[in-house]
């Protein structure tokens, strides 16, 4: 694994970018990704799962958005989960989710799209991707609004999000809205050799 001094964790990846930056940036990382946030201790998958299993089904339909490499996907089917998909929008990082085995199908998304009927899945999981430096906060209610009344979006807002505050913004107006209900939400290790925490929650469509 690599070294916590020279992962591209220290980069300033926590930080508004163009859709364009953001590609090449996991274009570049993901044949060193897994590594890198596991060798820092990558709590949040787990801990996500957990989240999820306290209010679905374990053979439900779980869609892992914004799969990148599949450590999220693995992390369902550590918890048991057994009909999970992914997508996403790096073809890069899906390539290596594909060799994992932990989905059912895999496919590429395009930026702000989500292509999939409401209720298709059950859950809906957003590890670490509605979030500063990856996607933007109207992301919400896109996902959101690919899920039936009384589906699950579990998600985490690392400690950065948290702090520039335009992500907690868009949850709340979807609370406001009624859109949605925030049934948990707690804060807890995310990369722990990088000091940084984040705020697991589970969401229910209203």
Not at 81 to 87: E, I, P, Q, S
């Amino acid at each position: 694994m690599s070294d916590e001094t020279d992962v591209p964790l220290d980069t300033p990846l926590w930080a508004p970018r163009p859709v364009e930056e953001t590609l090449a940036v996991y274009a570049d990382w993901a044949a060193t990704y897994d590594d890198d946030v596991t060798g820092a201790g990558y709590a949040t998958p787990g801990r996500i799962a957990a989240a999820v299993a306290d209010h679905v089904a374990l053979d439900a339909a779980v869609l892992d958005f914004g799969c990148g490499t599949g450590l999220s996907g693995m992390a369902l089917k550590d918890r048991g989960f057994v009909h999970v998909d992914g997508t996403d929008i790096s073809p890069q990082m899906l390539d290596v989710a594909r060799q994992r085995g932990v989905y059912d199908r895999v496919w590429a998304s395009m930026p702000g799209a989500l292509d999939i009927n409401a209720g298709d899945y059950a859950a809906i999981v957003a590890t670490g991707v509605i979030s500063l430096g990856a996607a933007p906060p109207q992301t919400l209610d896109l996902v959101l609004s690919k899920l039936a009344p009384g589906g699950i979006l579990a998600l985490s807002f690392n400690d950065p999000t948290v702090a520039e505050g335009s992500y907690d913004a868009a949850l709340d107006m979807a609370v406001a809205a009624g859109t949605c209900a925030v049934v948990s939400r707690e804060n807890g290790p995310h990369l722990p050799g990088k000091n940084m925490g984040s705020d697991v929650m589970v969401l229910r469509r209203l």
